[in-house]
């Protein structure tokens, strides 16, 4: 069976600093790795995805994303957050039929 | 290319009332998801459809909830009668049927029940 654990319901970062958003996975299958953004009132938009391929991931807005399979682990970083990146993050493991499973989300808050 | 579309963005019903959701996919996507999204949690599938084929509806309150995908496009989603409990963020989504592949999400319809 497939759930993720998001660790952090809320992070704080001020603008400029570094972006840590941590993800814990469990798949029976070989899974595939995504991480979602949430604006309000908007749709879910693809930052990024791993698919067994490098393990360092990279995605949109200078977002990437680190694979590590001995810590079931899929956490997300940026170098320097700015005040655009205040939303909902959500990392996603998919299943063999591509059925997504989400986390509960982590709220990012972004400081001037 | 245009996204999924879904309507209508925002509705208010009462309680025991009914009220349907209208969700177009990406053209070319043979796989739908229909989504709720309580407030503060992630989204949960209620029902993914492969073409116009039931592949997951093992979440979906089968006894007030039910959807449909005629002609393997277009889906509605209806919930019949409403409880409070149904105010979510209702969201549809596609994909290309490949594993692993993205899923494309529409805005979401608000609801609330009261």
């Known amino acids: 069976a497939q759930s993720v654990t998001q660790l952090d319901s809320h992070v704080s970062v001020s603008e400029g600093t570094p972006v840590l958003l941590r993800c814990n996975y469990s798949s029976s299958y070989s899974p595939s790795l995504f991480w979602y953004v949430q604006h309000p009132n908007k749709g879910l938009q693809l930052l990024l995805k791993?698919?067994?391929?490098?393990?360092l991931v990279k995605g949109i807005n200078g977002f990437e994303a680190e694979f590590k399979k001995s810590e079931t682990s899929f956490h997300l970083t940026k170098p320097s957050a700015h005040m655009s990146d205040a939303a909902e993050y959500f990392c996603v493991v998919s299943d063999e039929f591509n059925k997504f499973y989400f986390g509960s989300g982590t709220k990012l808050n972004v400081k001037p | 290319e245009a996204g999924v579309a879904q309507s209508p963005r925002y509705k208010i019903i009462e309680k025991r009332q009914s009220v349907a959701f209208w969700c177009n996919p990406i053209?070319?996507?043979?796989?739908l998801y229909w989504y709720q999204q309580i407030l503060g949690q992630g989204p949960k599938l209620l029902i993914q459809?492969?073409?116009?084929?039931?592949?997951?509806d093992s979440q979906l309150p089968k006894d007030r909830f039910s959807a449909e995908r005629l002609k393997g496009v277009d889906s509605t989603l209806k919930i019949q009668p409403a409880k409070l409990e149904d105010s979510a963020v209702y969201l549809c989504?596609?994909?290309?049927?490949?594993?692993?592949?993205?899923?494309?999400f529409g805005a979401g319809t608000r609801l609330s029940v009261l």
């Open positions: 989504a596609s994909s290309l049927e490949i594993v692993g592949n993205i899923q494309y």
């Open positions: 459809f492969q073409n116009n084929g039931v592949v997951d």
């Open positions: 053209s070319g996507h043979a796989t």
């Open positions: 791993y698919t067994s391929a490098a393990t």
